[in-house]
């Protein structure tokens, strides 16, 4: 909970949950309560109690009610007895607001700690009147880097230590040196710590290098074999059947039933129509177990557009839901199928974006029983684009930004 998070929720699975937070940023972990605050000319003492151990630098985000007070990062954070802290801010807290931890200093630096590194195996040569010379092998090749060349040592020469603990700064790799000659000679500080920097680049470059294989290319494209569905349109009242000149009729109601699907049918029939219901992308087993029953008592046929469709009838057509974008996809579901892109096939148009929590609760207060939806509602975005919000209603409901 102290990674970023904006509250926690059950999410989709229990229905139509809300997933929308009031909060738009970090909420952290409730810890604690103000209970005195001692105004000041520059700075407000905070006293809060809490049962946490909390450490200096941590940053605490304040709460009055619902909406957030402050956020004060407490380098001067003390305990005053047991369960008692104290910090001060310019921050406005008053005395009942919450405290929620954000950021526990102690907790990120030991985090930070365990970053892994990779094992260096190194050999160092040290010889007067030569490069300083370091060695390591890497998927089998031995590399060589080369230094500074070095001096007769006058007073002070290098020593093992120094070099091994100039090697143990590395971000990246956990540096074992040994030495293969070692002599008294002399190097500045600044041109060891430049050779080290010039080993550990090495050895990263290395150890990081690709190797690439050539890839054969191969063109996919729809064969003449594969039944690609064409001929239709998609309606969502039944009222469009009447003018509809394709001989397939895809059905996408805004509410599915039994006896709406029944109508639609005889529509279909009456007008020499193919018909066929559009199944949500989207669906929960109380969903899937109502199109189980439309389809049982009325016998029709399907557009399949998320896995679970496919297990509610064998006669179904694949729809741009499940992505066929070449034959490969096509023959694997030997079905006919419509295709979400224009440029491949004959398109359907997909929503631009899914959701399965309610936009229209969220905005407009109400519930499932008092239902504020209307068909009318738009989304218009920064850019202008207006957005029409479509419902699917099951057991629960799906909506839908399209054009």
Known sequence: MLAFNRGFTEGYFNGNANIISN?????????????????????????????CELFPKSTFKFFSGDKESAVVCAYDLSEQQKGKYRLTTTAEISVGDMVNLIADSFEEVKVSSLTPKRPLDLSVSVEVGKEILAKFNCNGKEITVLGETLQAAKSRPVTREEIKDNFAKSNLFSCTVDFEKFEDAFIIKSALNEFRRKVLERAEEEFTKISRKQLE?????????????????????????????????????????????????????????????????????????????????????????????????????????????????AKTHGKPFVCAEKSVGNKTDMPYMTLRHCPIKEHFGGSCADCKFENDFKLISDSGKTMRIKRKKLSSCTFYLTD
């Open 23 to 51: 909060i738009h940023n970090h909420v952290g972990v409730e810890i604690g309560k103000v209970y005195k605050v001692n105004g000041g000319k520059r700075f407000n003492e905070v006293f809060f109690s809490s049962n």
């Open 217 to 329: 290319y191969k063109s996919f494209f729809f064969n003449n074999d594969i039944d690609e569905f064409t001929d239709f349109c998609t309606i969502e009242n039944l009222t469009e059947i009447a003018s509809v000149k394709e001989n397939n009729v895809i059905y996408s109601p805004e509410e599915y039933s039994v006896e709406a699907v029944q109508e639609f049918l005889r529509s279909c029939e009456k007008n020499h129509k193919k018909g066929y219901l559009d199944t949500p992308n989207f669906a929960l087993e109380r969903d899937i177990e109502m199109l189980k029953q439309i389809i049982e008592k009325t016998g029709v046929k399907i557009v399949a557009n998320n896995y679970y469709a496919l297990t509610l009838t064998d006669d179904y057509i694949v729809g741009g839901g499940l992505n066929v974008y070449n034959d490969v996809s």
